[in-house]
T-cell receptor
Framework: GQNIDQPTEMTATEGAIVQINCTYQ??????LFWYQQHAGEAPTFLSY??LDGLEEKGRFSSFLSRSKGYSYLLLKELQMKDSASYLC??????????WGAGTKLIIKP | TAGITQAPTSQILAAGRSMTLRCTQD?????MYWYRQDLGLGLRLIHY???????GKGEVPDGYSVSRANTDDFPLTLASAVPSQTSVYFC???????????FGEGSRLTVL
């Protein structure tokens, strides 16, 4: 079966660094997405990885290891506005997105 | 403002009634999607469309129908609503099936 696992909730301190992990088992693989979703709002795109390695985009970085079925989202210099849910999703062999349930990130001052 | 528009933003509906959620995009994206999001669960795909004139079933299509008469519009219809269809519904679009998704603001539907 197809499965995406990510922690339900994480807490971090303003100014710190946090890593949100995502493991996946899908039928085929055509890339992995990370989206951010603030409470009561729509998801917005953060990153896309299809090759192994680290993609850096400002304070956010995303890493992929296809052999391990593993990705992480790294958030640096945390700000209060980073409090949100972070959704991991993989694109399977039929180009269907498989979504994790999301990780709720709570930032404390 | 370019983007994707959903209507209504929220609705309370009596069980057994029909309802159409509207979705319009002005980005000329080929692919469009309808998702539902329930607490504790990931986004679940209801129906999708690769291009105008074609539609496909997602993970949870039962009780829902869609049409894609043109590039811009992708309405979702509940023929006879049931309480288990209470959810937040998101419409999304992408350039193609590999592209990033752009989401509408969501429609919160309550079926009593």
């Amino acid at each position: 079966g197809q499965n995406i696992d990510q922690p339900t909730e994480m807490t971090a301190t303003e100014g710190a660094i946090v890593q949100i992990n995502c493991t996946y088992q899908t039928s085929g693989f055509n890339g992995l997405f990370w989206y951010q979703q603030h409470a009561g709002e729509a998801p917005t795109f953060l990153s896309y990885n299809v090759l192994d390695g680290l993609e850096e985009k400002g304070r956010f970085s995303s890493f992929l290891s296809r052999s391990k079925g593993y990705s992480y989202l790294l958030l640096k210099e945390l700000q209060m506005k980073d409090s949100a849910s972070y959704l991991c999703a993989t694109l399977d062999s039929n180009y269907q997105l498989i979504w994790g349930a999301g990780t709720k990130l709570i930032i404390k001052p | 403002t370019a983007g994707i528009t959903q209507a209504p933003t929220s609705q309370i509906l009596a069980a057994g009634r029909s309802m159409t959620l509207r979705c319009t995009q002005d980005m000329r994206h080929n692919a469009m999607y309808w998702y539902r999001q329930d607490l504790g669960l990931g986004l679940r795909l209801i129906h999708y469309s690769n291009t105008a004139g074609t539609t496909g079933k997602g993970e949870v299509p039962d009780g829902y129908s869609v049409s894609r008469a043109n590039t811009d519009d992708f309405p979702l219809t509940l023929a006879s609503a049931v309480p288990s269809q209470t959810s937040v519904y998101f419409c999304a679009s992408s350039v193609d099936l590999q592209g990033e998704l752009f989401f509408g603001e969501g429609s919160r539907l309550t079926v009593l």
